[in-house]
């Protein structure tokens, strides 16, 4: 009976005993699986925090649009659309018979801004930045410039020979640069200011055999000039500067574009808009012109903020060379000796830019990268001020 006793006894300490370890091992296998819950859990919330961040704010569509579209891929984008809406453009305009370029511009602008409204609605347009970053008379004054460059522009085309646009084109390089150093201090090399005077030599002399003066059309070129450089230079810097990406941008401008536009058409635009054929034929062309002139903007706005006013105009000159040269090659034009050596000359001046420019890149990466173990060192405002000093540097390569 004792022994029976003691067994019993014996039993409940070790049941007691289980009791009580099970009740230490159970919060303790609680907290690790909690720990591995939170781990995961602050996973995910960080994944979900860098995706917002590339989509919903301007420094993550900033970064995005950079990976996608760096230089290379802009400039040849804007590239192959420019050359298309030069056709596209010379058909509307001689063999529809559409001798309206405000107008024109304004059809562009006005389908611009329909396409972007329908991406917006679709929430595919990319976030603006915070409006106290860029105050709204920045964005009215580029909206209003951008008018100016683009309605002159299709302007001085219609009334002057393409040699003297071409000229009036080549004086834009210099204004760019003179422009450039007075708002930003920013200085060019010699060698890029020797590359850039052979480039505009050589666009002259293969230009230089459909010259022919208007008064009226030289008074539109010269009138030009200014605003294209200035429309240049304010893409550009926006962008570099403050976080805006190119659709982001356009959204924004081009109501104002379109505003100006309307004012300069009685001005500038022959009478008979209304009069002219609205049939299916000639309304096609002049859609089809409307869709690549919204192309050649995004392009022109992706070309300006991945690269430099200045560049985006030796791009031109380039376009310019290289349709002069294919209508040779392929369809047997003539254009003449001194046109084709001019050609070739320019070309060769955009080499050396070309080079001159990514050689000056590669050496502010390095400098940049040989900064990050110096900057993690330091302190924290060293880091800061380094981090400052490298983006505006990268900003205002040429």
């Given at each position: ?6 067994q ?26 909690g ?13 979900r ?95 209003a ?14 009334h ?75 893409w ?56 690549l ?13 991945a690269t ?53 890149s ?5 400098q ?13 405002s ?17």
């Amino acid at each position: 009976m004792f022994w029976e006793m003691m067994q019993v006894s014996s039993s409940r300490e070790n049941t007691v005993m289980q009791e009580k370890q099970s009740s230490i091992q159970l919060p303790h296998s609680l907290d690790l699986l909690g720990v591995g819950n939170m781990g995961k859990s602050r996973a995910l919330e960080e994944i979900r925090g860098s995706l917002y961040n590339d989509i919903r704010t301007s420094e993550g569509a900033k970064r995005q649009q950079q990976r996608l579209c760096g230089p290379v891929m802009a400039m040849s984008f804007n590239f192959m659309v420019a050359v298309g809406i030069i056709m596209t453009n010379k058909l509307v305009m001689d063999r529809v018979g559409f001798n309206f370029p405000i107008f024109l511009t304004l059809i562009h602008y006005s389908v611009a801004w329909v396409l972007l409204a329908i991406f917006n609605v679709l929430q595919l347009l990319p976030v603006s930045p915070p409006s106290k970053t860029t105050p709204f008379t920045s964005l009215f004054s580029l909206g209003a410039v951008m008018s100016f460059a683009s309605g002159l522009a299709n302007a001085s085309l219609n009334h002057n020979s393409v040699g003297f646009y071409q000229m009036a084109k080549i004086a834009v390089t210099p204004t760019i640069v003179l422009a450039e150093f007075i708002l930003f201090r920013k200085t060019v090399s010699y060698r890029k200011v020797f590359a850039l005077l052979v480039v505009s030599a050589g666009v002259a002399v293969a230009t230089v055999t459909d010259l022919e003066f208007n008064f009226f059309g030289a008074c539109i070129a010269i009138a030009w000039i200014v605003p294209s450089a200035i429309n240049k230079i304010l893409w550009s810097n926006l962008q570099q500067q403050a976080n805006w990406t190119a659709l982001a941008l356009m959204w924004k401008t081009t109501p104002v574009t379109v505003l100006f536009l309307l004012a300069l058409m009685p001005w500038l635009d022959p009478p008979g808009v209304l009069s002219f054929k609205w049939d299916l034929s000639n309304s096609s062309a002049i859609l089809i012109s409307a869709l690549l002139g919204f192309l050649l903007q995004w392009s022109g706005a992706l070309a300006l903020g991945a690269t430099s006013a200045t560049s985006h105009v030796v791009l031109g000159q380039f376009k310019t060379c290289v349709i002069l040269l294919g209508g040779y090659l392929i369809f047997g034009s003539d254009p003449g000796f001194v046109s084709i050596c001019g050609a070739i000359t320019a070309l060769g001046g955009m080499t050396v830019y070309t080079l001159k420019s990514l050689n000056k890149s590669s050496e502010i990466l390095i400098q940049k990268q040989n900064l990050v173990p110096k900057s993690k060192t330091g302190s924290e405002s060293t880091v800061e001020a380094s981090s400052d000093s490298d983006a505006t540097s990268m900003a205002n390569i040429a």
